[in-house]
């Protein structure tokens, strides 16, 4: 096995191309996964551990130039299931892996299997071009103990959308006379740098029942309804920014920005993808950390609001998967090594890895110690989110919005109001353009 990520090992007989974990525990885990199937079937693996970035520019390399020299055979990333297996699926450059999937089809959740069902534009079909590993809902985590000096009762949360927000909006003046002078009571991230952006507003888009797209493909956005129920959505959202709630530096936050400025205290609350935020706190004891423990109980997770119609909104689940590229020199090891990949003996070392950041898409794999400590206040909120139901991803309905994401014109809109000072109806009406001319592009292609 090839760790050495400078060196291509040319007599590989499977090349894998994998995120770094970001905690060692998952490097591990899947090194000891691939050892043992190296052990088992006499397969040589060079198996790469790569930053996430280096994974997309080399994808894209390969999409631009699919007779590119270096292919993987297997890629996971994070980034796969928002721009990259979509884009690639729809211009035939995926391996189906329809064959792999259809047996295990029973022990996979409905929106697992729902989110691996690409659009190829060439062969005119829908078919299973990736393989789900597991998934990440978002969460909204805040301080429960700063609530509590200003007297705000964490019970008493509105459930009604504006109730919701207005909570936050409220405690931010008893928490500067508290004391805390440069605290935000809001944190919704406002860069175009990761996902941050694009999920929180997609949360208000869907708050405010926006159609961007239908299940057939169709661009739904232009519609009246649609762009006037953009432009409030965007008001709201941007109107955060602008009215002081949200803390100026959201502008050019990173995909951790706001972990690391809801953990230093400077803001009340965020949403987040991941259960990573109150986990950095559930550390073994020692010298350094003597309040972790104190703090993971003072961080509080809950549930989404309700819709401003007063219906559920329902979560985005990110089903995390992988894939084989179509030009893979050695696709029948791809499928093999996949294949033993998912069994639940030795995928469930790999979800456990993550330590609760990300939970399994098989349920059955649920029934273990490691997912019922009822204690735990934020897995147990994770696991009444796992059960509900996940609307389907916009790149998943037609593939061109994964292009949308690659631009990050979701952001840029947000950018458009609180940088370039346009005013929400004309960051609606610009956003409108670009990704229906972005929609209009991919349908035309042969």
Sequence with gaps: MNLNLAQASSDADLVIWW?????????????????????????????????VDLIDQQLNKIVADPNHRQVPDIVYSVGI???????????DQLLDLTDVLTPLKPQYTPVALSQVSYRNKIRGERSYYALPL??????????????EEIGFDSQAIPQQWDGFWQFWQKAQAPLREKGHSKL???????????????????????????????????????MPENRQRFIAALSQYTGFYTQGFVPEVAMKWTGAGNNTAFLDGSILMTQNLTLSIPLTQKLANNPYNQDALQRYQQ???????????????????????????KASPHQQAAKEFL????????????????????????????????WKDSSDP???????????????????????????????LWAKTVLKVIQDKASPTEAVDWSIAQIKSIWQAWERQA
């Excluded at 990440?136 to 985590?141: E, L, R, V």
């Excluded at 997609?202 to 405010?208: E, N, R, S």
């Excluded at 299940?215 to 739904?220: H, R």
Aim: one cysteine or more.
């Design 19 to 51: 995120e770094q974990g970001f905690l060692p525990e998952e490097n591990e885990q899947l090194i000891q996964l691939v050892r043992k199937w190296e052990q088992a079937t006499q397969r040589k693996v060079d198996l790469k551990l790569l930053p």
């Design 81 to 91: 299931d928002t721009s990259l297996a979509p884009k690639m699926a729809w211009q």
């Design 134 to 147: 597991w998934q990440s809902d978002d969460y909204i985590h805040f301080w429960g103990n700063l609530l």
């Design 184 to 222: 935000h009571s809001v944190g919704l991230c406002m860069s175009s740098v990761g996902f941050d952006t694009y999920t929180s507003l997609l949360m208000f888009l869907d708050a405010y029942n926006v159609a961007v797209v239908n299940e057939v493909g169709e661009f739904l956005l232009e």
């Design 299 to 325: 961080i509080v997770t809950i549930d989404r609001p309700l819709k401003t119609d007063g219906t559920p909104l329902l979560t985005r689940k990110g089903i995390k998967q992988a894939i084989v590229p």
């Design 339 to 370: 294949t033993y990949l998912v069994q639940p003996e030795n995928i469930t070392p790999l979800v456990q890895g993550f330590k609760g950041r990300v939970l399994p898409v098989m349920p059955k794999l649920l029934d273990s110690p490691f």
């Design 378 to 408: 934020h897995l147990s909120t994770a696991l009444k989110i796992y059960d509900r139901p996940s609307l389907i991803p916009y790149e998943v309905m037609h593939s061109a919005f994964s292009e949308v994401q690659s631009q990050q």
